[in-house]
């Protein structure tokens, strides 16, 4: 059985209630439990922060003993060099995910950190973006 974390960045424990014409309606927890019903086959986690440090510390934790890190870093994918640099230094290969289209956004949004570390990217599917990732694996 495949071992795959999803690991969500700053303001992601908002889903649901946060700019729900961007993100939905639909809480990160509720669509969580619908993608473990569906893919029983993969031993799926979930870990949300809203700290740099404490997402980069889970990154080094879970990256060399999973097969898959789904990572949306949020806001962070645009700023920090840290958590590059954390998936830089890894063996777990991840796929950097993102709800809504970054290049349809500011453009400080177009600008990943992550991106030139990342398995590959997926943007713009909605919550429909991480089942794409698991997919991936």
């Given at each position: 059985m495949k071992k795959i974390i999803i690991i969500n960045g700053p303001n992601l424990n908002l889903l649901g209630k946060?700019?729900?014409q961007i993100y939905g309606s639909l809480t990160f927890n509720?669509?969580?439990e619908t993608i473990k019903e569906k893919y029983p086959q993969v031993a799926l986690?979930?870990?949300q922060s809203n700290v740099e440090g404490e997402l980069i510390n889970k990154i080094q934790e879970v990256g060399f003993t999973y097969d898959g890190i789904i990572l949306n870093a949020a806001a962070y994918t645009h700023t920090?060099?840290?958590i590059g640099d954390a998936v830089a230094a890894i063996e777990t290969p991840v796929i950097e995910v993102h709800i809504s289209n970054t290049f349809k956004r500011e453009d400080f949004r177009h600008l990943s950190y992550v991106a030139p570390n990342a398995k590959g990217i997926?943007?713009?599917f909605g919550l429909?973006?991480?089942e794409l990732a698991i997919q991936s694996f």
């Open positions: 946060r700019e729900p509720e669509f969580f986690e979930h870990y920090s060099v840290g997926i943007v713009g429909q973006s991480y």
